[in-house]
Structures are given as C-alpha cells and as structure tokens.
C-alpha cells in the first residue's frame, strides 16, 4: 500500500494544491486542493489503488512549485 503523508509548514496565506502524477506524468489523482492560511499542517493520501511504479508529487503554492519523487513497491 501506498500511503502518502506530507508534513509541512506554510509562512503566509496561499492557495495550496498537491497533484500526484505517473512516470508518463499523467495525473493519476489530486491529494489535496485549498486555500491556506499560515501555519503547520499535516496530509496523507491513501494510493492503494495505484499500481507499483515510480510517481511524482508536485507542491504548487502560489508561484512556487515543488517536486518529489515517490516510489511504490509491491
């Protein structure tokens, strides 16, 4: 099972979105996608559904943009 947890801390309000995408680089699902305020927060996506495989994760708020590879195995 693939579980997905991101902890992380934002500085300021922002508009926050977390899209998991494939070795093709198609999305495969949207973890998470809201407005933030300021703070520490904590997510965690279930991807039991997903097949083994490499996947990547991208961390959009507002004009920063994040990338983290995550690998599922059997």
Known sequence: ??????????????QFKIILYNSLGNEVGVVEECAKTAGNYKTTFN????????????????????????????
């Open 1 to 14: 099972n693939l579980t997905l947890t991101l902890e992380y801390n934002l500085k300021s309000d922002v």
């Open 47 to 74: 991807g039991s559904q997903l097949l083994a495989g490499v996947y990547y994760c991208k961390i959009f708020s507002n004009d920063n943009v994040l990338m983290a590879k995550v690998i599922k195995n059997n």
